[in-house]
């Protein structure tokens, strides 16, 4: 089940009542955690027992190392390597044990990848570190398991901090109802669920259309399909992140911002600081800081960004496609160190042009089913399929051309007119509007809130039948 | 305005819109608002059409079955072949004989009977799953006769004819096989394809569909039972006089290829309860319809899908370019041409119905 089932949006009202009334028992401080456990692995289950007791067994296992690691912080440097590396090597098995016994020749094996482990791995791994490090403190096993498990951000993330999030869990502040934070919870809930069932779902054919397509392609309909996608990722994510930190808000624990409109970016790094924000500064800390960072000269930072980037990569997905996408990424992000290392500035607008236009492209590696596909796609980006115009047009002589052929617009994709005007209208809310992190923190009661929000989650009630999964899930 | 008074006036304002979308839905009824060439092209290749609308359309010909029967009959044809175009589909996917009670029970229920009932069998709803139990309970869930429909049925019948109504064409657009001039720009490169050569499927026997299907036959083996649930189909036509056909679905050449010759034969024999009462059960091999491997490759029928790389040397297909179980809609044109004609040539009842051309 995920967040955009009304089912389990009827689960999770339902659980509210019952956690807040728990957790003014006389034990709610066991109760109401313990309740939160185990409607977490509930929220699990129906993904398979095998990837419940996966998750189960590694969040346990982590718990143990936190429980040691924290009795005594900075001295057990041994421990923290093994507890970090048997994560990593989970996570690297989830990853890519199937394609080597593939490439073994040994067939018949099946491993099924319980959703969501790239994420679960990232946060506990982020856990142990800090622990270990003895950056925060260990909390109890309960509190901790729950963290681990938190359902909201237990399969896209945001990927949680332990010191930020993990208190929330176990003060008695969050088991507290209240109102204005379940309008926040309502609000915010609201506009992540248009955005992913309503906007994103909308354009989900237009890109999968355009790249299910081995040829026949033209400039046109790359664009359109190149676009929807980029749209479709951002608003699929964004509308994820957006129902997490909402649900998550109900119980009254504030998760971090994941996306701050990030089609506004001015260049890459900024890019970065707005797109899954939480991933970005896992990838600092734990990473690119320990690597040296920008403390050791400007080709350390830029090996360190690169090393960066490819592992953000090959986090996404096996396959070039994804490993391109990455290094494609810290390319352009040591280039960028580079540029500000000299001191050179470009006109907002430029930077604005050249940051959409490379993240645009970069895309295409990240969404296309292999590395021909990808450069098929950016060949007809650039024009070289040529430009297909409607067959009525082909008598007009000022557009006959070598490149030109008239076999009507948009070949090959077979989307309604409404959609494909979608997509401008969306850019310019993408670039125009504020964030979702924005409007909340503006937000105030009152009766266009109230009928936009109940608007928004009847819109998403009737588009949830049908419509592709959460993107990221695959992840 | 507090926020206690948001949340509760919000709450209040979604009921209000939950409570409206669900009158418009439960009377909404899509199939009823589409031309006949619309709904049509909707039965195929879409698992949920078919089934959220049969009741309501009450059809004189009913085609029940699995995936095969919704990528495998082109219901446009079939209407073509019948002269009829009371066509209606209950065709779901992972369909298993075992799910055939429930059908026979809705429709009793229901009081619903059509005149043509044809089976679109195959092999694998004789068989254990390892999803069977959930495939069922969907089944039963989709098909328990309600008084009033779900919020979800309600859901999704308004949301059907939203969409048809905002934009009619995007019913046949969705899918691109259901163009008359898809099928015409694909039917001449899947001919030329002929035949794929036995190289070639040695290439595409890793892939992962097939690598499945390998494991299903190697674990196959028919449920306890299934005989039974045969023998209600049996008496549902014995009740209503209904003409009843079964007609196995061919799989590919390559897959079927690959089942025992004593499976097949087990099967056979299973499937002989509804000999008694069917006025045709076929279970032919795909070459007996003129049907070869090609009629498996592009199932979406993608615009501009590059069949010249299937005579590429040291091409591999993905599992986007060979569906070994589903036809794509050249191969669906074919059989469901054999198919109308063999049923049209035994039906007493067809004559009697009336035949506008789609």
């Known amino acids: 089940m995920t967040l955009k089932s009304p089912v389990l949006l009827l689960y999770v009202l339902l659980f509210a009542g019952a956690y807040f009334w728990l957790a003014r028992r006389r034990n709610g401080a066991v109760l109401a955690p313990a309740a939160m456990l185990l409607f977490s692995l509930g929220v699990y289950a129906p993904w398979g027992i095998g990837s419940l007791c996966v998750v189960l067994a590694q969040a346990g296992a982590n718990c143990f190392f936190v429980q040691r690691l924290g009795a005594c912080p900075g001295r057990r440097k041994t421990l923290l390597a093994l507890a970090v590396g048997a994560n990593i090597l989970l996570l690297c098995w989830s990853k890519y044990a199937q394609v080597a016994l593939e490439l073994a020749g040994i067939t018949g094996w099946r491993f099924a990848v319980p959703p969501g482990l790239s994420f679960l791995t990232f946060v506990q791994v982020a856990m142990l570190v800090d622990v270990g490090l003895g950056r925060q403190a260990a909390l109890g096993w309960i509190e901790t398991l729950q963290f681990q498990l938190f359902f909201p951000a237990m399969l896209s993330g945001p990927i949680a901090r332990y010191g930020a999030v993990a208190p929330q869990l176990a003060g008695h502040q969050g088991r507290r109802f209240s109102w204005e934070n379940a309008s926040a919870a309502l609000y915010l809930f609201s506009l992540g669920l248009f955005k992913k069932v309503v906007l994103a779902d909308t354009l989900a054919p237009v890109a999968n259309q355009g790249y299910a397509l081995t040829s026949g392609l033209d400039f046109f309909s790359a664009w359109a399909c190149t676009l929807a996608y980029t749209l479709q990722i951002y608003f699929d994510f964004s509308g994820y992140s957006d129902m997490a930190i909402g649900v998550a808000r109900l119980f009254g624990v504030i998760l971090p911002d994941n996306f701050l409109s990030p089609y506004k970016a001015r260049n890459i790094q900024d890019f970065w600081r707005r797109w899954h924000i939480t991933l970005g500064l896992f990838m600092r800390d734990y990473v690119y800081i320990p690597l040296g960072g920008g403390r050791r000269g400007l080709l350390r930072k830029c090996l360190a960004l690169s090393c960066v980037f490819f592992l953000v990569g090959a986090w996404h997905g096996v396959g070039w496609t994804f490993i391109v996408w990455g290094c494609l990424h810290g390319l352009v992000m040591a280039g960028h160190a580079c540029w500000r290392n000299r001191g050179l500035r470009m006109p907002g607008w430029l930077g604005w042009g050249l940051t959409f236009a490379f993240v645009h492209a970069a895309w295409v590696f990240f969404r296309a089913a292999d590395m021909p596909g990808a450069l098929r796609m950016l060949s007809a980006l650039a024009g070289g399929e040529g430009f297909s115009l409607p067959t009525g047009w082909a008598h007009v002589a000022a557009l006959q051309g070598p490149m030109v052929r008239f076999a009507g617009a948009l070949p090959g994709l077979n989307a309604p007119w409404t959609t494909l005007a979608l997509i401008p209208v969306l850019l310019a809310v993408c670039v125009g509007l504020r964030s979702s992190v924005e409007l909340l923190q503006s937000f105030r009661p009152g009766w266009t809130g109230a009928v936009a929000t109940a608007g928004a989650v009847a819109l998403g009630l009737l588009y949830s039948g049908g419509g592709p999964q959460f993107l990221y899930f695959q992840f | ?358």
């Not at chain 2, 009959?73 to 066509?87: H, K, M, P, Q």
């Open chain 2, 1 to 358: 305005m507090t926020h206690k008074q948001f949340c509760l006036r919000t709450l209040v304002l979604l009921g209000l819109a939950v409570g409206l979308m669900y009158l418009a839905g439960m009377l909404a009824s899509p199939n009823l608002r589409l031309s006949d060439e619309e709904y049509l092209a909707n039965l195929r290749e879409n698992s949920e059409f078919g089934p959220a609308t049969f009741l309501q359309k009450r059809a004189r010909v009913l085609v029940i079955g699995d995936s095969h029967s919704y990528s495998g009959f082109d219901y446009a044809e079939l209407a073509r072949g019948l002269g009829t175009t009371s066509i209606s589909s209950c065709a779901m996917g992972g369909f298993y004989a075992d799910s055939l009670p429930m059908v026979v029970r809705l429709l009793r229920a229901q009081e619903y009977h059509p005149a043509v009932i044809i089976y679109g069998f195959s092999q694998r709803q004789l068989f254990d799953g390892k999803n069977k139990k959930a495939q069922l309970a969907q089944h039963e869930r989709a098909l328990a006769p309600k008084l009033f429909p779900g919020l979800r049925e309600a859901a999704r019948n308004l949301w059907t004819v939203i969409l048809l109504q905002l934009d009619r064409k995007r019913a046949m657009l969705s899918w691109p096989g259901r163009d008359d001039a898809t099928f015409a720009a694909n039917s001449g490169p899947i001919a030329a394809l002929r035949p794929l050569g036995a190289g070639r499927m040695a290439a595409a026997a890793k892939l992962p569909g097939l690598a499945t299907w390998d494991e299903v036959i190697a674990s196959a083996k028919i449920s306890e039972g299934q005989r039974g649930n045969l023998a209600e189909l049996c008496a549902l036509v014995r009740e209503t006089g209904a003409e009843l056909y079964v007609f196995c679905l061919p799989e590919s050449p390559e897959l079927e290829s690959r089942y025992p010759e004593a499976l097949r034969q087990e099967v056979l024999e299973t499937l002989s309860v509804l000999s008694g009462c069917a006025m045709r059960v076929e279970m032919e091999r795909p070459e007996a319809y003129g049907l070869g491997d090609e009629h498996f490759v592009n199932r979406a029928m993608a615009f501009g899908y590059d069949y010249a790389k299937w005579r590429a040397p040291g091409f591999k297909p993905t599992g986007h370019d060979f569906d070994p179980d589903h036809m794509n809609l050249v191969g669906a044109r074919v059989f469901t041409r054999s198919v109308a004609a063999s049923i049209r040539a035994s039906s007493k009842v067809l004559p009697m119905l009336q035949r506008p051309q789609p």
